[in-house]
């Protein structure tokens, strides 16, 4: 089969499913996966791949400079909300990863001031909040510095992670869709992400409900992978929301 008779079944199967996986399309046209690869790689315009999943491009929204400086004014209060639903999850003594981000600030603000934690984080706006409780025991993960996202990441970074013992991941989001799940901003992100969710006991999205709906350009999880998910809304159902 020839790549443009390719092309074509591939988007005819998109426009009947909506989003296809790279191993189901590779089957129906009897060709590998390296293959289907190459195909949409020449084709940014007409497909996205997220995940391992193929996709119309106009599906993903396009990527807009963030800054978390202007990320961290909107939306606020409703970040603070759906922070404040993740609370319960806390015990004193626990280990916490906190993920970067401007709602991951207002959870950090909200621990308890009494509380003794063992808190890790990656990116310098939690750690400066995490400074000031005095009963937090902070751990600060280094590597190449992000300034967009004001955070760090590398190999010794993952291999930290991996020497932890995590009751709790707190994870965030800058988009949410039933299909696609959880996808952040910025792809070295989403490593660190995936790490503290593999090692962590349980692992807590939160996000406020703008996020609903959203896909952003690097998949770090599917919805099912969340022990629980809160939005200001309160602890977040699919089917209910319909995102």
Same mark, same amino acid.
């Given at each position: 089969?020839?790549?443009?008779?390719?092309?074509?079944?591939?988007?005819?199967?998109?426009?009947?499913?909506?989003?296809?996986?790279?191993?189901?399309?590779?089957?129906?046209?009897?060709?590998?996966?390296?293959?289907?690869?190459?195909?949409?790689?020449?084709?940014?315009?007409?497909?996205?791949?997220?995940?391992?999943?193929?996709?119309?491009?106009?599906?993903?929204?396009?990527?807009?400079?963030?800054?978390?400086?202007?990320?961290?004014?909107?939306?606020?209060? @409703?970040?603070?909300?759906?922070?404040?639903?993740?609370?319960?999850?806390?015990?004193?003594? =626990?280990?916490?990863?906190?993920? #970067?981000?401007?709602?991951?600030?207002?959870?950090?603000?909200?621990?308890?001031?009494?509380?003794?934690?063992?808190?890790?984080?990656?990116?310098?706006?939690?750690?400066?909040?995490? +400074?000031?409780?005095?009963?937090?025991?902070?751990?600060?993960?280094?590597?190449?510095?992000?300034?967009?996202? @004001?955070?760090?990441?590398?190999?010794? +970074?993952?291999?930290?992670? =991996?020497?932890?013992?995590?009751?709790?991941?707190?994870?965030?989001?800058?988009?949410?869709?039933?299909?696609?799940?959880?996808? #952040?901003?910025?792809?070295?992100?989403?490593?660190?992400?995936?790490?503290?969710?593999?090692? @962590? @006991?349980?692992?807590?999205?939160?996000? =406020?409900?703008?996020?609903?709906?959203?896909?952003?350009?690097?998949?770090?999880?599917?919805?099912?992978?969340?022990?629980?998910?809160?939005?200001?809304?309160?602890?977040?159902?699919?089917?209910?929301?319909?995102?």
């Amino acid at each position: 089969m020839k790549k443009q008779d390719r092309l074509d079944r591939l988007t005819a199967m998109i426009s009947e499913r909506g989003i296809v996986h790279l191993k189901d399309a590779a089957r129906a046209l009897d060709v590998s996966e390296m293959t289907i690869r190459r195909d949409i790689a020449a084709e940014t315009g007409r497909f996205a791949f997220i995940g391992g999943h193929i996709m119309p491009a106009q599906a993903v929204e396009p990527e807009q400079p963030y800054e978390l400086a202007s990320a961290s004014d909107r939306h606020a209060s @409703a970040k603070e909300r759906a922070s404040a639903q993740a609370l319960p999850h806390i015990r004193a003594e =626990d280990t916490l990863f906190i993920d #970067c981000g401007s709602t991951m600030m207002h959870l950090a603000d909200l621990l308890p001031v009494d509380m003794p934690l063992t808190v890790c984080c990656y990116a310098l706006n939690i750690a400066e909040r995490l +400074a000031r409780k005095p009963n937090v025991r902070l751990i600060m993960l280094g590597g190449v510095y992000h300034p967009a996202s @004001a955070s760090f990441s590398g190999a010794a +970074a993952l291999q930290t992670l =991996d020497e932890l013992g995590l009751n709790v991941a707190f994870l965030s989001a800058a988009g949410l869709d039933e299909g696609r799940g959880a996808t #952040c901003e910025h792809f070295h992100e989403a490593e660190i992400k995936k790490k503290a969710m593999a090692v @962590a @006991a349980r692992s807590i999205l939160i996000l =406020d409900d703008s996020k609903l709906g959203r896909i952003r350009p690097a998949f770090f999880a599917p919805l099912d992978g969340f022990d629980a998910i809160y939005t200001e809304s309160g602890l977040y159902a699919p089917d209910e929301n319909g995102a």
